[in-house]
T-cell receptor
Framework: GQQLNQSPQSMFIQEGEDVSMNCTSSSIFNTWLWYKQEPGEGPVLLIALYKAGELTSNGRLTAQFGITRKDSFLNISASIPSDVGIYFCAGRSSPSGTYKYIFGTGTRLKVLA | DAGVIQSPRHEVTEMGQEVTLRCKPISGHDYLFWYRQTMMRGLELLIYFNNNVPIDDSGMPEDRFSAKMPNASFSTLKIQPSEPRDSAVYFC?????????????FGPGTRLTVL
């Protein structure tokens, strides 16, 4: 199935460092979501974005809806060990009879204490 | 709020057997989704329902897969007969509406292993 491209695929960082990841699509989206998935669990919603250019924060997490509407970015400031997991973006175009989120390939984050 | 509930959490079966996965969406949510997650293909939408009616099943891999939603609080995904390549984590998710301001919430998943 169709997927979004996320980068980087994986990251190993030191505790306290900032993290940046992004998601790109060949299609225009009107909604972007960012999820975090921990081992053995389902994805958990972190941030939702609904307007081009929108910048939204959730604690140490900040996400942006790209101006072109074809990309989105997630930043994590001052990383801590519990930030470990896989981060997924998901995008959706305007509903036109169907309702599908396309999911990114995921960014696997490991934080070294 | 209990969130989306899935059962079983783990299922191990032999090739050729029938497998039934179960999902209880969040109360009041009108949309229910079934996803499959594998290392190779990531998270794929299989089918979704609106008010218990299947709307888009284009992601269902083949006729061996079927999904039903007999009422607003219960859905099943059935694989018959199962094959080793069906091994994956299957997630159920639900959402309140189609509005752009709405989002979907995932259950904990069922890890299926077909031997």
């Amino acid at each position: 199935g169709q997927q979004l491209n996320q980068s980087p695929q994986s990251m190993f960082i030191q505790e306290g460092e900032d993290v940046s990841m992004n998601c790109t699509s060949s299609s225009i989206f009107n909604t972007w979501l960012w999820y975090k998935q921990e081992p053995g669990e389902g994805p958990v919603l972190l941030i939702a974005l609904y307007k081009a250019g929108e910048l939204t924060s959730n604690g140490r997490l900040t996400a942006q809806f790209g101006i072109t509407r074809k990309d989105s970015f997630l930043n994590i400031s001052a990383s801590i060990p519990s930030d470990v997991g896989i981060y997924f973006c998901a995008g959706r175009s305007s509903p036109s009879g169907t309702y599908k989120y396309i999911f990114g390939t995921g960014t696997r984050l490991k934080v070294l204490a | 709020d209990a969130g989306v509930i899935q059962s079983p959490r783990h299922e191990v079966t032999e090739m050729g057997q029938e497998v039934t996965l179960r999902c209880k969406p969040i109360s009041g949510h009108d949309y229910l989704f079934w996803y499959r997650q594998t290392m190779m293909r990531g998270l794929e939408l299989l089918i979704y329902f609106n008010n218990n009616v299947p709307i888009d099943d284009s992601g269902m891999p083949e006729d061996r897969f079927s999904a039903k939603m007999p009422n607003a609080s219960f859905s099943t995904l059935k694989i018959q007969p199962s094959e080793p390549r069906d091994s994956a984590v299957y997630f159920c998710a639900s959402s309140f509406s189609l509005a752009s301001t709405d989002t979907q919430y995932f259950g904990p998943g069922t890890r299926l292993t077909v031997l």
